[in-house]
């Protein structure tokens, strides 16, 4: 036997700057008593040598129409923006951003970063004691409690009367001035019954949660499964699988996870159950790839909208059916980006929806971080823009309408 395996196998995909190319996936697997024979050094694919997936970072010879877009073209709210998490209530980066929001016209953020209790009441006094009129802020649930991560039986989640607390905590919340409900994937996705089975999203324990939320006016974000890819085999054929390789614990491919159709049946049940409550499916509903799906959930449940945020490297890549879905349902879509991003990748977002430009970046990163492809630019009319940018949210966030109208007032 020979101490090293070779593997050649030729996938197509189309890559970041909107070629179709193809390329030789090298795995060099060692064996534990001899030496490679293969030297990695050589593998840099310069004058006709093999080269590895992670070197490959083509250069585009495409010349075609491109515009630099400075800013958005009318007043904007991101509803997905994770300003705790990001910025760590560091007073200077909350300027240097707000003059980001300035630069680019952004009127208003969401912060999705307040936890129920104390760092809700920081966070959001960490906003608003210079900028209140620039930021609102969503509460999210604190599940475990004092319990630890190890033993769920110990977690607040599973003691009597929880949600019942949870619903009169938000609306305490809520007479502070708090716009919402932010639910993340671990809901469903990690967060477990003291029998170690994972909590349903679904489960009636939580209807109290949701109908408080509607009681009160306040939308709920939530955060359901994630990339159809993400729940696939991390093989040759996975279209994500450099991001994977990076980032191993985004797999819920397995029989340790449900299924991505079970979780997003599970959300669309408890969307059905509570009429009077809406809802934002964060990421596209995390459907992007399958928008004539997400429109059909739009179709069915009048209380259920969208964002954009993270999606522009899936929506780029069907530009096409991605401007029919915007135009088709401009008043259900809201724009976000799961900022803090740099700007370079923030004028991204702008190129993509008010241009007609082709194959160029979703982000800043090389090699990109959500897929090795270009995007193209969709073009929204101007009456479907402002939709997305502000007028949706300032219909269906409270505190979104009034902090816009000043700063169009301040605009002028």
């Known amino acids: 036997m020979t101490a090293t395996l070779t593997r050649k196998k030729t996938a197509s995909a189309t890559m970041r700057m909107g070629w179709i190319v193809v390329i030789t996936l090298n795995s060099l697997i060692a064996s534990a008593q001899e030496p490679s024979l293969v030297d990695p050094a050589t593998l840099d694919g310069r004058d006709g040598h093999e080269l590895l997936l992670r070197n490959f970072c083509p250069k585009s010879q495409l010349k075609t129409e491109s515009h630099r877009i400075g800013n958005a073209k009318s007043p904007c709210v991101d509803v997905h923006t994770h300003l705790h998490y990001k910025l760590h209530g560091n007073k200077k980066a909350l300027n240097d951003f707000v003059g980001l929001m300035d630069r680019n016209n952004i009127a208003v953020c969401v912060s999705l970063d307040g936890k129920l209790g104390d760092q809700l009441i920081e966070h959001r006094n960490n906003l608003w004691d210079l900028y209140r009129d620039r930021f609102v802020v969503f509460a999210h649930i604190d599940w475990k409690g004092s319990g630890t991560d190890e033993d769920p039986s110990t977690w607040a989640c599973h003691e009597n009367g929880f949600a019942e607390r949870t619903a009169d905590k938000i609306r305490e919340a809520a007479v502070g001035g708090i716009s919402g409900l932010k639910i993340f994937k671990r809901f469903g996705l990690g967060y477990r019954n003291p029998d170690g089975s994972l909590m349903e999203i679904d489960d009636p324990r939580w209807d109290p949660i949701w109908s408080a939320c509607g009681e009160l006016g306040i939308p709920v974000l939530i955060h359901t499964a994630d990339p159809a890819a993400f729940f696939e085999r991390v093989d040759e054929s996975n279209e994500r699988w450099e991001e994977l390789n990076r980032h191993p614990d985004w797999s819920f491919y397995g029989d340790g996870f449900p299924s991505r159709e079970s979780l997003l049946a599970a959300r669309n049940r408890v969307i059905a159950r509570h009429p009077n409550t809406n809802f934002i499916g964060a990421h596209l509903a995390n459907s992007s790839e399958d928008l004539k799906t997400v429109g059909q959930w739009l179709d069915r449940y009048p209380n259920l909208y969208v964002d954009s945020a993270s999606r522009i490297s899936e929506l780029g890549r ?95």
């Open 318 to 412: 069907q530009p096409y059916t991605s401007h029919q879905f915007y135009v088709r349902y401009s008043d259900r879509v809201l724009f976000g980006t799961d900022g803090p991003w740099p700007e370079q990748r923030l004028r991204y977002y702008w190129r993509f929806f008010e241009t007609k430009d082709e194959s160029f970046p979703y982000s800043e990163k090389v090699p990109p971080p959500q897929g090795m492809w270009a995007i193209t630019g969709i073009k929204l009319p101007d009456e479907v823009l402002e939709n997305l940018y502000w007028k949706n949210a300032a219909k269906l966030i409270p505190g979104v309408s009034e902090r816009v109208e000043k700063y169009r007032k301040r605009e002028k």
